[in-house]
T-cell receptor, first 115, second 113 residues
């Protein structure tokens, strides 16, 4: 069985604060893929990052960074110097090769960045 | 940048009616998916399609649902007899590989009244 848990339902920060969104996953597979998607108020799903289970290097893309730790089954997402445009729902998701490559999403974290 | 296109963006239908949601995936992609998101909830997998057949489906995807790739470019989701609980945003996605980062369409909001 596989499961993705995003324990933070809603987070509210003031612009320019850093914020970390938590994601904890469960899977029995050794080969799996983790993703983050952003869903802005307009409703579309925007791909942010894909990470495979063999690559534990952290990644930074502009103000975004991801911390993948297999030892704690976590794939956390940090936004540095948040902006109002970062307000959205963020979903963590998991694929393993036994699931027909179906994305298993967490429940999402709603981030509100206020001026 | 290539896009996945979904039409219509919003559809209102009466309970019991059949609806067809349409998607044009990215042209060189081989894997196609439908997901749904009930308002305020998480995104749920419905079905995956590869090599002209269903490769995986969830328990949500019962006999009321079907998918088709009628002409090599479109990918459709049909709901035969809609129920109130089918009201949701339906997302189509396509991918070049099974494990890659899919591209999602902008969704069709289905409202069953």
């Amino acid at each position: 069985a596989q499961k993705v848990t995003q324990a933070q339902t809603e987070i509210s920060v003031v612009e320019k604060e850093d914020v970390t969104l938590d994601c904890v996953y469960e899977t029995r597979d050794t080969t799996y893929y983790l993703f983050w998607y952003k869903q802005p108020p307009s409703g579309e799903l925007v791909f942010l990052i894909r990470r495979n289970s063999f690559d534990e290097q952290n990644e930074i893309s502009g103000r975004y960074s991801w911390n993948f730790q297999k030892s704690t089954s976590s794939f956390n997402f940090t936004i540095t110097a948040s902006q109002v445009v970062d307000s959205a729902v963020y979903f963590c998701a998991l694929i393993n090769s036994n699931s027909g490559y179906a994305l298993n999403f967490g429940k999402g974290t709603s981030l509100l960045v206020t001026p | 940048e290539p896009e996945v296109t979904q039409t219509p963006s919003h559809q209102v239908t009466q309970m019991g009616q059949e609806v067809i949601l349409r998607c044009v995936p990215i042209s060189n992609h081989l894997y196609f998916y439908w997901y749904r998101q009930i308002l305020g909830q998480k995104v749920e997998f419905l079905v995956s399609f590869y090599n002209n057949e269903i490769s995986e489906k969830s328990e949500i995807f019962d006999d009321q649902f079907s998918v088709e790739r009628p002409d090599g470019s479109n990918f459709t989701l049909k709901i035969r007899s809609t129920k109130l609980e089918d009201s949701a945003m339906y997302f189509c996605a396509s991918g070049g590989t099974g494990s890659g980062g899919y591209t999602f369409g902008s969704g069709t909001r289905l409202t069953v009244v």
